[in-house]
């Protein structure tokens, strides 16, 4: 009469099918271990600096090994007034989290007037950017001269700090529907006179030079 093995079979080789029985605990050990923390929101920020002077003062602290966070990229342009609100609209569409906007100050433009009329422009913009429902700390404006790379790496870790803050930008918000609307008037979310005092309030800075 045979007698038939029942207990477990040993492993025969790296082709063999039967595990021992006491290895199962240690398998479902294994697969909950393998389950990835959630990783640290790093922001994706976007610097536009102006050659004669920010871009200078980074490459000073870059020089001075000064630390500073490395979730910001640098876009040199011929001058701040360069800039094109339009440009930042497509920074924040493409994933950006932050924009922020260095040039040299006030009176010390390479051109003379080009940062007087990148305050005019980017101040409105960030209003504007903040009637729609968007934070008005995702856009900044700075002044840092070529001497200055402590203020720049202050400024950069500042700003960087506060977009950690903010966290990413919801991935339902349409920027070019929600600026069309406030432009153009179609599905405004606000009363027209709150929409008439912000009118009023950006043509009364205009006037006294504040924007």
Not at 26 to 43: C, G, I, W
Not at 44 to 50: D, N, R, S, V, Y
Not at 73 to 87: A, E, H, M, T, Y
Not at 147 to 175: M, Q, S, W, Y
Request: hydrophobic share 35%; with cysteine.
């Amino acid at each position: 009469m045979s007698v038939v093995d029942t207990s477990p079979t040993k492993q025969q080789g790296p082709f063999s099918t039967a595990a021992p029985l006491a290895s199962a605990p240690f398998n479902d050990a294994l697969v909950k271990n393998t389950s990835q923390p959630t990783e640290p929101f790093k922001p994706k920020i976007l610097a536009f600096t102006c050659k004669w002077c920010t871009y200078a003062g980074a490459d000073l602290a870059g020089l001075n090994r000064m630390k500073y966070p490395a979730d910001i990229r640098l876009l040199r342009v011929p001058c701040s007034g360069r800039g094109n609100p339009q440009f930042v609209l497509e920074a924040l569409q493409r994933g950006c989290d932050g924009v922020i906007v260095c040039g040299c100050h006030p009176g010390d433009c390479h051109y003379s007037t080009g940062n007087y009329y990148a305050k005019r422009r980017m101040m409105i913009y960030k209003r504007l950017l903040e009637y729609i429902g968007l934070e008005p700390d995702r856009f900044q404006i700075r002044w840092i001269s070529g001497a200055e790379a402590g203020k720049f790496r202050d400024v950069i870790t500042e700003f960087c700090n506060r977009i950690t803050e903010l966290g990413p930008i919801e991935n339902d918000f349409n920027l070019s529907d929600s600026i069309g609307a406030a432009v153009y008037g179609s599905h405004l979310t606000k009363p027209a006179s709150e929409e008439n005092e912000l009118r009023n309030d950006i043509h009364e800075q205009a006037e006294r030079g504040e924007a």
